[in-house]
């Protein structure tokens, strides 16, 4: 079996999809896959195309037995909507050209989604090869930017509507990265096989990379200290101003230190609250490889997981609990619905707090900092919950059997 994945983004970029997929490469080549992707420079958060790439319209390379194609992509750093239109759709071109020309046959183009509109190059492609569509949906799009207030112009959001319509109708098979991403396809499109492709961490792989045990020594933190950690993107959606807020409250006990690593759009406001509120408690460090921030997650006492407070987030599952997980590190989980029902009320791996809610939080941190006894607890929970619910060679094992039948 043949199988393109099209990704806007991949590794060496940081990020969510980037390590998803590069993890579902593997284990679908371990089943007997031939496993290529076609991908962009990569670029991503920076929005500035990495140097070993720049100069290239077209690259193909090998990593780790995976054949990566690349093609050029504008990568700017307005927010602008134009920009990151012209962003978007010059991969689009870019992508089909090389998925055209320089890729052979295939039996299935994946598409990772958003962008959506990367989904035209995934079903043109899918029509030049001769294979079928399937399309994964790691984020409702256009309802998500619509309710984050990141697109309002109501032509665009409507034909972005009709575009998201056309490409379920044209897909082989929609897959969703959370249940309730499922339960929205499948309730707007009843005729459709949509399938929970579900996200997860290979714990060995996780368990490899060492802890660097003078880590805490080297970025200024005590023995002492209690290290709460959120790693990711600094974006939109993910509310950091409530780790901000809640660090504020917690000034008058010194021990609890919170560490923002990451980039994004939101980091300049961050970095400007900071300063304003004088929040010698808070540290920022910027983004790094994976490989990289597993040495933090050792050395930090919890993991600080928020997003907004928005129905459209009740759906959602951040991928980068598993990781802690992994690392058996108890988690602060602000997100409602699916999230907070799986991890905290079946898996017991942490505590929720309201999302948007930094009094809330306070108390949390509070909690777990005065009660190591229950954060050894939670962090084995959540350990053996991954082990059992989240498996990636179990999930790649059951998407196989499902595309092969």
């Known amino acids: 079996m043949r199988i393109l994945i099209l990704t ?3 590794i060496p970029e940081t990020g969510a999809p980037q390590s998803r997929l590069l993890q579902w490469a593997r284990q679908l080549s371990r089943k007997g896959a031939t496993v290529e992707v076609l991908t962009a420079m990569p670029n991503y958060p920076e929005m500035s195309i990495h140097q070993a790439y720049r100069g290239k319209f077209f690259l193909t390379e090998e990593m780790g037995g995976l054949t990566i194609h690349r093609s050029w992509i504008y990568a700017g750093s307005s927010k602008a909507i134009l920009p990151r239109l012209i962003n978007y759709f010059s991969f689009v071109f870019t992508s089909l050209l090389c998925g055209i020309f320089r890729t052979g046959k295939f039996d299935y183009v994946f598409c990772e989604s958003p962008p959506l509109f990367l989904g035209i190059t995934a079903w043109l492609l899918s029509v030049f090869k001769g294979a079928r569509l399937i399309f994964n949906v790691s984020d409702l799009w256009p309802e998500s930017a619509e309710k984050l207030g990141l697109v309002k112009n109501r032509l665009m959001l409507s034909t972005a509507a009709s575009l998201e319509r056309f490409l379920y109708r044209k897909s082989f098979l929609v897959t969703g990265q959370t249940r309730g991403i499922v339960e929205n396809i499948s309730s707007r ?24 045990p003078l880590l805490r020594e080297k970025f200024g933190f005590k023995p002492q200290d209690f290290l709460l950690l959120y790693a990711g993107i600094l974006g939109h959606a993910q509310g950091l101003e409530v ?52 040495p933090f997650i050792h050395a930090s006492d919890a993991a600080v997981i928020p997003l907004r407070r928005l129905d459209l987030f009740k759906g959602a599952i951040p991928s980068k609990i598993f990781e802690n997980l992994a690392l058996k590190k108890p988690i602060l989980l602000g997100v409602e619905g699916e999230a907070k029902e799986l991890l905290i009320d079946i898996g017991k791996a942490g505590l929720a707090f309201i999302p948007d809610d930094p009094a ?36 790649v094992n059951e998407f196989w059997n499902l595309i092969n039948a």
């Open 8 to 10: 806007q983004y991949f």
């Open 189 to 212: 499109f009843p005729h459709k096989q949509v399938y929970w492709f579900k996200n997860g961490a290979v714990v060995s792989e996780l368990e490899a990379i060492q802890a660097d």
């Open 243 to 294: 780790l901000l807020q809640a660090a504020e409250q917690l000034k008058q006990v010194p021990a609890i230190k919170f560490l923002i690593m990451g980039s994004g759009p939101e980091k300049e406001k961050l970095l400007k609250i900071k300063e304003t509120e004088s929040l010698g408690n808070v540290i920022f460090l910027d983004s790094r490889p994976k490989s990289e921030v597993i």
């Open 360 to 395: 809330d939080l306070a108390s949390r941190i509070l909690y777990l900092y005065t009660h190591e006894q229950e954060r050894k607890e939670f962090g084995q929970n959540g350990y053996e919950y991954l082990q059992k619910e989240f498996n990636p060679e179990i999930i």
